[in-house]
């Protein structure tokens, strides 16, 4: 195969990948949203615990006006939205808006046809546990594809805009009145609940978040840097290529440096194993990485 044609080939597959990114992304959009929704519906608002944002806000209406918490959650996110477009102008993004409607829609499809007239468990604390796992995870999903279910991230902006507060010191203390606000409305024992479950699910957000854009630095000193980069290369990763001196044996070495997923680093190292017995890598986490086939730098 001529040079032209392996040339076509890597742009052709590059292509493909950049397609498939698109298609992964809103399914993972879509899978975090159907969770989302499952945690709100099925274990949090049958108990009246609330996370904080536009689910929190749409608990404490349903006590005073009489209509349902799917509704009201669509119409709390929808005065949200304008008046973050009021204060902060177009800053949230085309996925966020289909996000944070389709979240609320769905919540709202669910309570028609899957009515729940009390919690699936009679154990507040569980009901919260299993649905702050199953919300953290599924928020996880939905911000690390540059999205975001609106709610408490509106607020912050506005918050960062007038009052330079963090955007996470924002959301902080947004779902923290909230949570007050329930406990007004709810009693003392359900705001300590959500107060905990808040604590909890900003946890397991970040921690999802660091999960799936985590990855593997490796640093190779190898006889055979082209082969372990035309590997890399295959993988849909690249590298870079520097020389370095051994303090022992006073010698040049090839060092390949590259950062992989934790999926493609058994592939790398069962291929090192192959291919170069003398070869030496260290190995560290790499907790977000931007960049070419990873995430972007505007996320």
Known sequence: MSEKQNRRKKV???????????????????????MIAAAI??????????LGGATGLALILAKLLPLDTGPLLLIVNAVLFIIGFILIGN?????????????????????????MNEPIVQNTFLNLVVAVLIYGIGVGFVLNQGASTGG????????YKYFGLD???????????????????????????????????????????DGLTAGKLCFIATDHPKDVSTFLILLGRSATIYEATGAYTMSKRTIVQTVVTNRDFI??????????????????????VFGFHWKSFDD
Request: aromatic share 10%; glycine share 6%; hydrophobic share 55%.
């Open 167 to 209: 955007l996470g010191k924002g959301c902080l203390v947004t779902d923290f009145l909230i949570t007050l606000a329930v406990g007004f409305t709810y009693g003392v024992e359900i705001a300590l609940f959500c107060l905990i479950g808040v604590i909890m699910n900003g946890l397991i957000i970040d921690y999802t978040i």
């Open 12 to 34: 052709e597959n590059i292509i493909k990948q950049n397609s498939s990114i698109s298609k992964k992304q809103v399914a993972f959009i879509i899978v975090g949203i159907l």
């Open 267 to 288: 592939k790398l190292k069962n291929h090192l194993k192959d291919l170069d017995q003398n070869a030496f890598m260290i190995v560290t986490s790499a907790h977000q």
């Open 41 to 50: 519906h099925f274990f949090l608002l049958p108990s009246n615990l609330s």
């Open 91 to 115: 800053k949230f993004g085309f996925l966020t808006v289909i996000s944070t409607l389709a979240l609320s829609g769905t919540v709202w499809l669910l309570e028609v046809l899957v009515p």
């Open 152 to 159: 408490s991230d509106i607020i912050a902006k506005v918050l």
